[in-house]
């Protein structure tokens, strides 16, 4: 596949600088501050667009993000000169990974069909904390459509503990056995 | 069906009693971007080369270019029905198919999914569809012939068990009908064989099912499936799903016989699925691993040792070349990997010589040594006649009441030989019977039937032949072998049957 440029250099840089001024906790918030205000179509479409100069663009940059540390100032603005400013929110989310990563941290979020009081929040992020070895960020949302038990993701990996996945599991079993059995 | 209705309920009793067993880890990833059959996804950081990914709602994938971002899958199955931010499980699986006895007369798709209507294909072994082949060392040189009963072919272009064989010819000049013939042939044979049609209209499959179902060749056939309608990564392993099929009875110690038709197509297939996945293309746009796609393909087929059970392979690879360039990229490579190819021509095709085998550009490299002991003794000069007669033939044009006596009766050798080597599709012969053909033609014993006749002369022949001296064709057919006695008694009948012949005729 075509090479294209990756967010993440991007953010491994910021974030070595960040951890060299021993900001990188307020510089994740400041980003994704950043990420969420260029949120809007017609200003990037205003900051890709090749007829404004670039001191342009990167001016109506600062002057909206004009609140921000500078570095993630000079970031954005880095991106918005090379016509990369669409990375801008995998440049935070990466960043937001490697936060985690430095802090011994790990995003883990929870699927339930029932909402899930305090005492079984906490019973879990221990449950899953022992686990993986790690201290554990919990996001839980609700989804009726799993009928029972919990999906647990932790990362790129997935503990599906669902009834639905369950009971898809019974009906493939049942199938293959009466298949053979028929046989 | 009460038993059956209790078993159902047992079944169901003991799923319920282990219901909700041990729960594990799965990589999962999220669709980034689709098209053109092609996904691009995020996460599944654990996933495999050529795992098989889960994209939901019965929709499987193929995880080919894993990068350090994102991975390419190529999606089998309706590529419109997954959206970008779809979630993607990795399954832990590398792409396998069902093999078996249960598959043998039935028409599947390269997943081993039946196409046919009869019902599910119940197997409980499956086979990984990429293999690594056979190595060196439990293999054994080819000693055994796959007769296909087509006089041309087993006489001179001879197919041995494990070999890879080549056809080779422009469109319908009747590539397939060869293979056809070498499968139908079989029938009641030891062969099993597996047709893989790759990219073929759906309605020339359906054909030449309808074709082995008629002549009963579908008792030992499988028919794998990959139509051009099919999504090209069904049809890029189509052909490596059909090898395994057959490699599964290769290892029992069975004989098997497959046929890729074809793999100028499967090359095309590879060829859109590569640059859509962005790998760099090179000659004709093909991706740098062309021919590797069939080297390794083409290198599973094997004659195995008698200590792993003696089983084969043969593989008969089918290429479409373009106006008859054999110099194309894929043909050349083809040809360069097999053991010898079957060269057919539009030219002898359209003059009625059929199958249109030009006889000089054909070879099989390894054939020779499984040829058996009697066609051998009846088919040596054969391809010498045929040799010497076409260059002849260009002089002959201009009319041969000049050439010397010698020199006439070589052309006639040739016409003759031309001429008989000519059948029909459908039509093959048993060993015996071709040696008998063949012994008629050799021993100068047909030098005087006019050429129009000689079909008729042939096919009553062999009538005559299995009516009142079936004898003969039991002794060749036992022996394998023509000896001296066998050979006076034959000489002796079809001097019988030419003067009943000749009176018939005038």
């Known amino acids: 596949m075509a090479k294209r440029p990756s967010g993440k250099r991007y953010s491994q840089a910021l974030f070595e600088l960040a951890v060299d001024q021993g900001q990188p906790d307020q510089w994740a918030e400041s980003l994704k501050f950043a990420a969420q205000t260029l949120d809007n179509a017609e ?18 940059v600062t002057a909206v993000l004009g609140d921000l540390p500078p570095m993630v100032q000079n970031l954005v603005s880095l991106l918005v000169a090379r016509g990369l400013i669409d ?25 339930s069909a029932v909402a899930l009081t305090q005492g079984d929040r906490q019973h879990i992020t221990r449950f899953v904390g022992d686990l993986i070895g790690r201290d554990v960020v919990l996001t839980t949302s609700v989804d009726e459509n799993i009928l029972g038990g919990l999906i647990i993701q932790i990362g790129d990996r997935l503990l599906d503990g669902s009834t639905r996945a369950r009971l898809e599991g019974l009906r493939k079993q049942l199938r293959s056995d009466v298949l053979a059995s028929a046989g | 069906m009460t038993t059956r209705g209790q078993d159902i309920v047992s079944l169901i009793r003991r799923q319920i009693e282990e219901f909700g067993g041990e729960l594990s880890l799965v990589d999962v990833g999220t669709v980034v971007q689709v098209g053109d059959g092609i996904a691009s996804i995020q996460g599944l950081q654990g996933v495999r080369s050529n795992e098989l990914l889960d994209f939901g709602n019965n929709i499987m994938g193929l995880a080919l270019n894993l990068e ?123 062969l099993i064989c597996i047709y893989v049609a790759i990219g073929q209209k759906q309605g020339k499959v359906a054909q030449v099912v309808g074709t082995l179902e008629e002549n009963g060749a579908m008792a ?38 497959i046929v890729y038709d074809d793999l100028t197509k499967h090359a095309w297939a590879y ?4 640059l859509l996945l962005r790998r760099p293309a090179g000659r004709e746009a093909y991706p740098g691993d062309i021919f590797y796609l069939h080297s390794r393909l083409l290198e599973r087929a094997a004659r195995l040792d008698q200590e792993h059970g003696g089983g084969s392979m043969t593989a008969l690879p089918i290429i479409e070349t373009q106006a008859g360039d054999v110099s194309a990229y894929i043909p050349t ?23 249109a085998v030009n006889v000089g550009l054909s070879v099989s490299r390894v054939g020779g040594a499984a040829q058996t002991r009697a066609i051998r003794r009846v088919a040596g000069r054969l391809r010498l006649d045929l040799a010497q007669y076409r260059e002849l033939a260009t002089f002959a044009q201009f009319g041969t009441a000049d050439l010397d006596a010698a020199t006439r009766a070589q052309l006639a050798r ?7 080597l000519k059948q029909g599709q459908y039509k093959p012969l048993s060993m015996e019977q071709e040696v008998i053909v063949l012994f008629a033609v050799n021993a100068g ?62």
């Open chain 2, 333 to 355: 490579n083809v040809i360069s990997i097999t053991d010898g190819q079957i060269y057919l021509e539009p030219e002898l095709f359209n003059f009625g010589i059929r199958p």
């Open chain 1, 87 to 111: 990375l801008l929110p995998q440049v935070a989310a990466a960043y937001e990974q490697l936060l985690d990563q430095y802090r011994g941290r790990q995003q883990v979020e929870i699927t």
């Open chain 2, 68 to 190: 350090s971002d994102l991975v390419g899958a190529a999606i089998l199955g309706d590529p419109n029905a997954v959206k970008e931010g779809d979630r993607v499980r990795s399954t832990g699986q590398i792409i396998e198919v069902p093999v078996g006895d249960a598959l043998v007369g039935r028409v599947v798709d390269p997943l081993g999914r039946p196409l046919d209507g009869k019902g599910p294909v119940v197997t409980t072994t499956t086979h990984p569809v990429e293999r690594v082949a056979p190595n060196v060392v439990i293999r054994k040189s080819v000693d055994t012939p796959v007769q296909t009963g087509i006089k041309a072919i087993d006489a001179m272009i001879p197919i041995g068990r494990g070999q890879r064989e080549l056809i080779i010819g422009d469109r319908s000049t009747g590539k397939t009908a060869i293979a056809l013939d070498a499968i139908i042939n079989q029938k009641g044979g030891d």
């Open chain 2, 220 to 257: 030992h056939t499988i028919v794998v499936n990959a139509g051009a309608s099919d999504p090209a990564p069904m049809q890029y392993i189509a052909p490596y799903a059909g090898c395994a099929m057959a490699e599964a009875f290769m290892e029992q110690g069975k004989d098997t016989l």
């Open chain 1, 43 to 60: 200003f990037r479409a205003l900051l890709k667009d090749a007829k404004v100069p670039s001191a342009e663009r990167v001016k109506a």
């Open chain 2, 445 to 506: 014993l047909m030098g005087d039937i006019p050429l129009p006749r000689c079909a008729a002369f042939e096919e009553q022949l062999l009538r005559y032949m299995s009516s009142t001296h079936p004898e003969i064709g039991q002794a060749i057919a036992q022996s394998r072998d023509l000896n001296q006695e066998t050979e006076t008694k034959l000489t002796q009948a079809i001097n019988e049957f030419k003067a009943t012949f000749a009176t018939q005729g005038s």
């Open chain 2, 271 to 274: 060829r859109q699925m590569s």
């Open chain 2, 414 to 420: 040739g016409q003759l030989a031309t001429e008989v």
